[in-house]
């Protein structure tokens, strides 16, 4: 597998407060994505980035934010979490072939 | 809105037997691609096929594109129990790596 982690993987936080997501990649790759995964929806783009400080909204961008100051590392940010935005969060990156390799994930629960 | 729709959304077929799953999108693509996903993993790249190719193969994969009708279609010949799993497509679009992905197809082999 290519190498990107995410972490946390579990997070457990109460309704107003913030969190951050961080993943992280070894393969130099210069695009890189967050999604959430929630039942019925499929996966759904909230960022991406196609190179360090160029960052762009997907889909269901309100409420979060990305930071991508190093090409190895893209951090979300949910500014004051809330019950809708518990969800699994993935990560992942492409190269120049275009596949695109996932983390394994972020399950986070806000209550 | 989310690009990629896949078609049917459950699948439930016999060891042995093909599987073929659709995919439609609505705009312009560079590329669309086949991912595969185990319960409760992240996501695992299968094959990508360009807008200018029609057809492609990988093992038991097979992949076509029809861009005229925006669709295309993955067909998993001899099926095995361990190909039970969700299958998304996910299209890429514009010039920056834009990825997008459908609500999957869920794929069960019995034995």
């Known amino acids: 597998d290519a190498g990107i982690t995410q972490s946390p993987r579990h997070k457990v936080t109460e309704t107003g407060t913030p969190v951050t997501l961080r993943c992280h990649q070894t393969e130099n790759h210069r695009y890189m994505y967050w999604y959430r995964q929630d039942p019925g929806h499929g996966l759904r783009l909230i960022h991406y980035?196609?190179?360090?400080?160029?960052?762009d909204k997907g889909e269901v961008s309100d409420g979060y934010s990305v930071s991508r100051s190093k090409t190895e590392d893209f951090l979300l940010t949910l500014e004051s979490a809330t019950s809708s935005q518990t969800s699994v969060y993935f990560c992942?990156?492409?190269?120049?072939?275009?596949?695109?390799?996932f983390g394994q994930g972020t399950r986070l629960t806000v209550v | 809105s989310q690009q990629g729709e896949e078609d049917p959304q459950a699948l439930s077929i016999q060891e042995g037997e093909n599987a073929t799953m659709n995919c439609s999108y609505k705009?312009?693509?560079?590329?669309l691609q086949w991912y595969r996903q185990n319960s409760g993993r992240g996501l695992v790249h299968l094959i990508l096929i360009r807008s200018n190719e029609r057809e492609k193969h990988s093992g038991r994969l097979r992949v076509t594109l029809d861009t005229s009708k925006k669709s295309s279609s993955l067909l998993i010949t001899a099926s095995r129990a361990a190909d039970t799993a969700s299958y998304f497509c996910a299209t890429e679009e514009g010039s920056q790596g834009n990825l997008i992905f459908g609500k999957g197809t869920k794929l069960s082999v019995k034995p």
């Open positions: 992942a990156s492409t190269g120049t072939g275009g596949e695109a390799f």
């Open positions: 980035s196609y190179g360090v400080k160029d960052t």
């Open positions: 705009t312009s693509i560079n590329n």
